[in-house]
């Protein structure tokens, strides 16, 4: 089965960017299901029962303090992926050094930099000039949210459409 470890968005969040977004929908082609929306912190990949089992352990070891995300807007990953970042967290960028210090068994060798997201729709660079427009035509005002744990998510389509389902989650601690 195909993991991540990630930060899972609150259901009014993720309504009220859906909401944002609904005019913005000129073809189906593309968007993310909303119940999708969560920031990913460390892709694990395929994994097996027993890897699944260690992860699992390892969650419910770890600990952190609930802290506080702040949306920036909607952006562009060269053309083709358009999403919602953060405002600079140093609280997120701690939490993603320590997921990558204790579950260093699944760290890949990075080319890109960590740039935290929400990705809200792919390949869309047919419709990216309409898109950039809509987006700096319609105000997004300010949303924060707090992060109140770490989720282990499994990637698999249902009938539903909704692809990400959390196996577990480990709540923070103050």
């Known amino acids: 089965m195909r993991l991540f470890l990630g930060i899972d968005i609150p259901p009014l969040t993720k309504e009220k960017i859906d909401q944002y977004l609904q005019p913005l929908r000129l073809t189906t082609k593309g968007w993310e299901n909303p119940l999708d929306y969560h920031q990913t912190l460390l892709f694990i990949g395929e994994a097996s029962p027993e890897e699944l089992d260690t992860i699992s352990n390892k969650l419910n070891e770890f600990n952190f303090h609930p802290f506080?995300?702040?949306?920036?807007?909607?952006?562009?990953?060269?053309?083709r992926i358009m999403y919602l970042g953060f405002r600079p967290s140093v609280d997120l960028m701690l939490l993603k050094k320590k997921i990558d210090q204790?579950?260093?068994?699944?760290?890949?060798?990075?080319?890109?930099?960590?740039?935290?997201?929400?990705?809200?729709?792919?390949?869309?660079?047919?419709?990216?000039?309409?898109?950039?427009?809509?987006?700096?035509?319609?105000?997004?005002?300010?949303?924060?949210?707090?992060?109140k744990g770490l989720s282990l998510f499994k990637s698999e389509k249902d009938s539903f459409n909704q692809k990400?389902?959390?196996?577990?989650?480990?709540?923070?601690?103050?």
Do not use: A
Request: aromatic share 18%; hydrophobic share 35%.
């Open 102 to 147: 204790d579950f260093s068994n699944w760290v890949k060798s990075e080319t890109k930099p960590f740039i935290p997201h929400i990705t809200v729709k792919r390949w869309q660079r047919y419709e990216y000039d309409k898109l950039e427009s809509g987006i700096k035509q319609k105000h997004l005002d300010p949303t924060s949210m707090i992060v």
């Open 164 to 174: 990400y389902h959390i196996l577990k989650t480990k709540l923070f601690e103050n």
């Open 68 to 79: 506080e995300l702040t949306f920036n807007g909607f952006h562009f990953f060269s053309r």
